[in-house]
């Protein structure tokens, strides 16, 4: 299924493996959102519970971020979690997002309390830390 989405012409969608001393260990998603902008990126995450808290997740969601700002000219990158995900909003903030808001959204009829963390094209800049575009 991912694998389709990467094959998709023209590609909005980059299905990535994460990869531990040479083993797949998680997954890292990413894709274009037509509306509002074709700029704009959502994305996803998950690790095998055998390699949460070791940074790796931190250190893929940087390299996706330098990867949508740099090669696909992304101008908004937009991350959401459960607010009680404590791990996913620590990735996020430790990469340089920010949260916009927090609020209830219903998925599958049942109500559940979702944080949005984003990051534009002018805070990656500071936080890559050149200014340059
Ligand atoms: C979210 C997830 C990808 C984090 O990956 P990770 O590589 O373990 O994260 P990191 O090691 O980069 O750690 C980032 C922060 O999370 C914290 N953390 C890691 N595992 C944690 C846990 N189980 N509980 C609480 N905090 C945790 C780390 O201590 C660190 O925080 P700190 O900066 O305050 O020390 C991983 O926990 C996971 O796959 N969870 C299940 C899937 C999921 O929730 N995906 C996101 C859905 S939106």
Redesign the pocket.
Known sequence: MAAAHNRRQPRRAYNLAVLLEGRVV?WLGFGQTPEPSPRRFEF??????S???????????EAALAFMFGPLGADLVV????TG???????M??AGMRLVHTRSEAEAGAAREVCRFVMDRPAWQLVRGTGLP
Do not use: F, K
Not at 44 to 49: D, E, K, Q, S, T
Not at 85 to 91: C, F, H, L, P, Q
């Open positions: 998680g996803g995450y998950a690790l095998l519970p390699v949460w808290g070791r940074g790796s997740m931190t250190e893929t969601l991350g959401a979690c459960e995900n404590t791990a996913s909003v620590r990735v903030e430790r």
